[in-house]
């Protein structure tokens, strides 16, 4: 055999290979499909895949279910044979859907017995299976389990796990009942679905995380994300649909987003991983003071190109000014936050931090100073005009995004995403605090672009570098 028949050989087997062994063709050929990656990469317990029809989120979800039976998953160390449950809405789309997306991805010499509900084992694919035993590389079994939201709440106790799929969104009962089933094991909560139903539990615990889980993570996936649909069937797919069903079928978008102040703002776009910004684009801090309510402080940079960065955050509620001036002035040192020549941290602050109270007969902004921290009062307090500025922060009208939000800025990005327009032309006074010292910065910053001083080689190669990280998102 020569060489050239000795290669064509060995791509034959490999291809034979891939033909038996789905997992082996799973994300590795010349398309990729970098949400799906994303997905199996995460480390956190709670994770959710919003996507619509044909986005490849169902597939992702087999995939890792496999990955854990098996023992094998790329990105995680799994050190012996594990117990899942893959939960369906009903009997029916667990056999057209999850079931077969598991069995494509599953070979058969790695199941060693299938326990069905329905149907005949000898042709178990057209059957609804109760459970499958895998063959694990631990020389041990795992266990598949299927269950469908029909069933009831009392279907899904009792047992502890190590992985619940959620393919589509549950009932919040059944979903509350998984999470107790993995705890013992520490295990994990994954979920792929169309966000169909509205503002339900997922679009407050998941989404907005209301109770700042540090476990929870989420990924939008589009048509636009699968390089597996050819443009014209997404032309196909989108002449049958209308806007709203396009939100959620096309982009994987909770339908009812309407009343959103801030409907530009796109985590995939405006949130970014923290970087050391330059010393040269520190500006100022914003405040919305508080004592029952939360105290609300951010810092913010900006570029010589006129975005906006904001870097930093302390939110929290109960405390008096002293404990928030500390807080402040430590996390300005992390930072190494510029000082004026008094050496005292410069802020903005709502006009009503002039004002005294009964308790006291000084000023939020004297005791701010006591402290080290001047704050400018002197700020446009206009919501309408401030929320346009914001907007065309978030998307200008050519497209383009000047304002990028630290990661670690949780209460900002919360806040962003739940406000939201009451009667008139007036947001909900509801959970703003972040809003309000947002728009007192945005509206007291110069459209125009800041002066750029002369560079050094390190300085033009760290900006080259921090441009190409946002260019990157």
Known sequence: MNYVEEIKKIEQIQAERKQKNKLLSYNTGDKIHYKQLAFHKC???????????????????AVEVVYMARGIHPYRTIKSATIGWVVSLSTQVQRDVAQAKILNYLNPDWIEDVV?????????????????????????????????????????????????????????????????????KNGDIFATMTPLKGMTFVYDEIYMNKFNNPEI?????????????????????????????????????FLDVGGRVYPEFDENINVIEPFDIPYEWQDKLSIDPGLKNPLSCHWYAVDYDGNIYVVAEHYESEKDIGYHSD????????????????GMIEALIDSAANQTTLASVRSVADLFYDH????NTNVNKDVFSGIQRV???????????????????KNLIREIKAYRWGNGDSPVKVDDHSMDELRYYIMSHPENKRPKPELNIIQKEKERLIKSLRLRR
């Open 116 to 184: 069905m509900t329905q149907g005949r084992k000898d042709n178990y694919k057209n059957g609804v299976i109760d459970y499958i035993l895998v063959k694990n590389v631990f020389g041990t079994l795992s266990k598949i389990g299927f269950k469908s939201c029909d069933q009831g709440r009392e279907k899904f106790q009792g047992t502890s796990l190590d992985f619940v799929w959620f393919d589509e969104e549950p009932p919040y009962d059944i979903y509350q009942e998984c999470r107790m089933r993995v705890l013992d």
């Open 43 to 61: 480390t956190k317990k709670n994770r959710w895949v919003f996507g619509g029809n044909r986005t490849g989120k169902t597939e992702c979800g």
């Open 391 to 409: 907007k065309s922060y978030l998307k200008n009208s050519l497209g383009e995004t000047k304002l990028y939000i630290f990661n670690t800025c």
């Open 217 to 253: 993570w989420y990924e939008f996936i589009s048509w636009d994300d699968n390089p597996f649909i050819s443009e014209q069937a997404k032309l196909t797919m989108k002449a049958s649909m209308s806007q709203d069903e396009l939100k959620s079928r096309e982009r994987g978008e």
């Open 372 to 375: 080290k921290i001047l704050v």
């Open 327 to 342: 807080m402040i002035h430590k996390i300005s040192r992390e930072l190494h936050w510029h000082t004026n020549s008094n």
